[in-house]
């Protein structure tokens, strides 16, 4: 099993949806949990961070499950420019060489 | 305010050169990184500094070395380089005094392949 995993997509979506990723994850120690966004031939992003008791960022949502170790982002209101791969980041440790990245899920927001 | 900033952004190699891919951050960031991404297989670390002075390896070090030359620069460097390593490298750092919250600020990417 994979550290992190997450559904390649695409998920395809009108403009104005709705739309939830998860992403699972194998160590139950992890840590500290993120979601970076990457445009198509772009550097990764940090989009947010997820905290214990959720988050929210205008039209992001972020939630973490520790008993069935995973997280998962929310978007509402679908624009055209949400239209991205989404990775999820999980850290073990304090420091970022433990960190790990999911292989993304790529999202495309139509008209 | 330049960030991250990663040179060249497009290489092509023939197997056996080598080459040098630099980067260069000025945010003050005590830890640089680099990454590498695969279709499929995420972003894995080859190698880190945590801080000047220091490096260690990652998750696929092999056929890579790096020097963090001073506080801004970390390069890397592939000797003889192979067909397995045609990739898009990124160059990341952070400034771990945010704690578990540091975000990995990335450079632009360089496209290498190698023939």
């Known amino acids: 099993r994979k550290e992190v995993e997450q559904d390649p997509g695409p998920f395809n979506v009108p403009e104005g949806a709705t739309v939830a990723f998860n992403c699972t994850y194998s160590?139950?120690?992890?840590?500290?949990f993120f979601w970076y966004r990457q445009d198509c031939r772009k550097e990764p992003k940090l989009l947010m961070s997820v905290y214990s008791s959720g988050n929210e960022d205008g039209r992001f949502t972020a939630q973490l499950n520790r008993a069935s170790q995973y997280i998962s982002l929310l978007i509402r209101d679908s624009k055209l420019s949400d239209s991205a791969t989404y990775l999820c980041v999980v850290i073990d440790t304090g420091t970022a060489s433990k960190l790990t990245f999911g292989t993304g899920t790529r999202l495309q927001v139509t008209l | 305010n330049a960030g991250v900033t990663q040179t060249p952004k497009f290489q092509v190699l023939k197997t056996g050169q080598s080459m040098t891919l630099q980067c260069a951050q000025d945010?003050?960031?005590?830890?640089m990184y680099w990454y590498r991404q695969d279709p499929g297989m995420g972003l894995r670390l080859i190698y880190y500094s945590a801080s000047e002075g220091t490096t260690d390896k990652g998750e696929v070090p092999n056929g890579y070395n790096v020097s963090r030359l001073n506080k801004r620069e970390f390069s890397l460097r592939l000797e003889s380089a192979a067909p397995s390593q045609t990739s898009v490298y990124f160059c990341?750092?952070?400034?771990?005094?945010?704690?578990?919250?540091?975000?990995?600020?990335f450079g632009n990417g360089t496209r290498l392949t190698v023939t």
């Open positions: 990341a750092s952070s400034d771990p005094g945010q704690g578990f919250l540091a975000p990995l600020h």
């Open positions: 160590n139950s120690a992890s840590q500290s």
């Open positions: 945010m003050n960031h005590n830890s």
